[in-house]
Nanobody
Framework: QVQLAESGGGLVQAGGSLRLSCAAS????????MAWFRQPPGKGREFVAA????????YYADSVKGRFTISRDNAKNTVALEMNSLKPEDTAVYYC????????????????WGQGTQVTVSS
């Protein structure tokens, strides 16, 4: 069982930066792949970034590649999303998710979800 809690969302101007953090409980955190998804207003949930259990492999949506960086600290049971050069279209509720494996870009792969944190980028 893994419980997830996101933090770090907020309001930022276009071009600015934010760092999201996800704290996980559970002794098996290090064995899970972790990801960030987002749900823009009025739209469905979409993949943002994922990282495998060892942290050596990362994956990004094309829309955030080069601007966002996902990382994890298995000793602290945390995963982070560093977001730079933010755009208004990045406005969404951002969710942290955990999965024992599978196709990491698919939200159906993930067993555990946080409650989400709002990110709003003003133009």
């Amino acid at each position: 069982q893994v419980q997830l809690a996101e933090s770090g969302g907020g309001l930022v101007q276009a071009g600015g930066s934010l760092r999201l953090s996800c704290a996980a409980s559970g002794r098996t955190f290090s064995s899970y792949a972790m990801a960030w998804f987002r749900q823009p207003p009025g739209k469905g949930r979409e993949f943002v970034a994922a990282i495998r259990w060892g942290g050596g492999s990362t994956y990004y949506a094309d829309s955030v590649k080069g601007r966002f960086t996902i990382s994890r600290d298995n000793a602290k049971n945390t995963v982070a999303l560093e977001m730079n050069s933010l755009k208004p279209e990045d406005t969404a509720v951002y969710y942290c998710a955990a999965s024992p494996g599978g196709i990491l870009r698919l939200d159906t792969t993930y067993n555990y979800w946080g409650q989400g944190t709002q990110v709003t980028v003003s133009s």
